[in-house]
Structures are given as C-alpha cells and as structure tokens.
C-alpha cells in the first residue's frame, strides 16, 4: 500500500529549461511534506519543505506546489542545470509523529546539455 | 560534525548467514530512523527510535530482522538469516525532534548483497 508516489520513475529535461517533478499522496492525515535529493552512493539530503497550510514555497530555483484536494504536489526546478541531476523522493509527515517519513519510489532526473 | 556514520559501507554474506548493520547518529539528536531503499518500494521506513525507545516497527518485514539502539549514539540492525531478497541499501538517519517535524540526515547507506 504505498501511500506516497511519484509516477514517472525517470525525467530527461535539457540544461536551462524547467524540470517539475510530481507526486500524490493518498493519506488526508499528512500534513507536511519534503523532497529529498540523493546522488548515487550517498545518502539522501533534505531539499525543500511545505507545511499544508500553504499552497506553495519557494528557495532559490526550487519551488515546491502543493494542491491539498488532489492530493498532488509537484517540485519545479528553474533553470535546471546538469548538477541537478539525481533522484528525488517526495515524503509526507504528519505532525506528531516524532519526523517519521513516509517515502514515495524516486524520479531520476537527468539534466542534458 | 562528522554526520551520520554507517558501516559497513559494502556487505555481500550468504543465505543463512547474520548481517549486523551499525549507525551512529549525529551527536544530539534524539530520534533515529532505520530505512531500506529497494527499486521496487524505494525508501521504505523499517523502525525509529525516539530517545532510544523504538516507537514505530511496524515496517520491519518480518521476525528475522531485529534492531537496538542501546545508548544515543550507537544503533544496530541485525538480520537473522538473510536471504537474498534482503539485499537492498539500507540507510539510518537521525534528527532532532522538539515536538514539530525537523529534518533528517541520512548516512551514506549500507550497500547488503545476499547470495
């Protein structure tokens, strides 16, 4: 039962244009929500957050979306530059639960020149 | 701080053998995560600990897999016996938790190879 998940397990974009990476999740309880970067033989590392009291966040190129009622958010990466290229996994908290995460699959995105 | 150090980095054992996993979280925090990343489930959270006390295992898979944290800064995960379908990367993570989420920092995951 995977309750968060990121449909497209791989995105090809070129250098400069804009990645958006997707991802639905299925428990109403979640009320926080992240993307984690992950270069191949190291950890993951936390990117970006939203709280679901807003509809949108943004950190430089990284803006991540959040649409409560479909139960979607995206992350959109402007300009994407071939540094970007990794896995990215969506997660989903809820509060109280003392940070427990709940992971989508991973989109591998690869950024071209 | 060094973060979230894993060893071993690699493993390969054969069927039948036990693996035993070890993480040391980053010094203060309080909450320590056990994951396994496979193709297929990607991230799956196998237990956590708050202030050494598992609170969730609900995600270990089954009897053979086992895990402690007995003081803040050592935990293990000890599989007994492997079987190939355990091989996966299983990464440990820590944060520190007051009450709000707060990030975590992942290791560089250890690499396990049952054959």
């Known amino acids: 039962d995977q309750q968060v998940k990121q449909n497209s397990p791989s995105l090809s974009v070129q250098e400069g244009r804009i990645s958006i990476l997707n991802c639905d999740y299925t428990?109403?309880?979640?009320?926080?929500f992240l993307w984690y970067k992950k270069y191949p033989a190291e950890g993951p590392t936390f990117l970006i957050s939203?709280?679901?009291?807003?509809d949108k966040n943004e950190d430089g190129r990284f803006t991540v979306f959040l649409n409560k009622s479909a139960k979607h958010l995206s992350l959109h990466i402007v300009p994407s530059q071939p540094g970007d290229s990794a896995v990215y996994f969506c997660?989903?908290?809820?509060?109280?639960?003392?940070?427990?995460?709940?992971f989508g699959t991973g989109t591998r995105l690869q950024v071209t020149l | 701080d060094a973060g979230v150090i894993q060893s071993p980095r690699h493993e390969v054992t054969e069927m039948g053998q036990e693996v035993t996993l070890r993480c040391k979280p980053i010094?203060?925090?309080?909450?320590l995560f056990w994951y396994r990343q496979t193709m297929m489930r990607g991230l799956e959270l196998l237990i956590y600990?708050?202030?050494?006390?598992?609170?969730?295992d609900s995600g270990m898979p089954e009897d053979r897999f086992s895990a402690k944290m007995p003081n803040a800064s050592f935990s293990t995960l000890k599989i007994q016996p492997s079987e190939p379908r355990d091989s996966a990367v299983y990464f440990c993570?820590?944060?520190?938790?007051?009450?709000?989420?707060?990030?975590?920092?992942f290791g560089p995951g250890t690499r396990l190879t049952v054959t």
């Open positions: 997660a989903a908290s809820v509060t109280g639960t003392a940070s427990k995460l709940t």
């Open positions: 010094s203060g925090h309080n909450s």
């Open positions: 993570a820590s944060s520190l938790y007051r009450g709000s989420y707060h990030e975590q920092y």
């Open positions: 939203i709280s679901s009291i807003k």
């Open positions: 428990n109403s309880m979640f009320d926080y």
């Open positions: 600990f708050n202030n050494n006390v598992p609170i969730d």
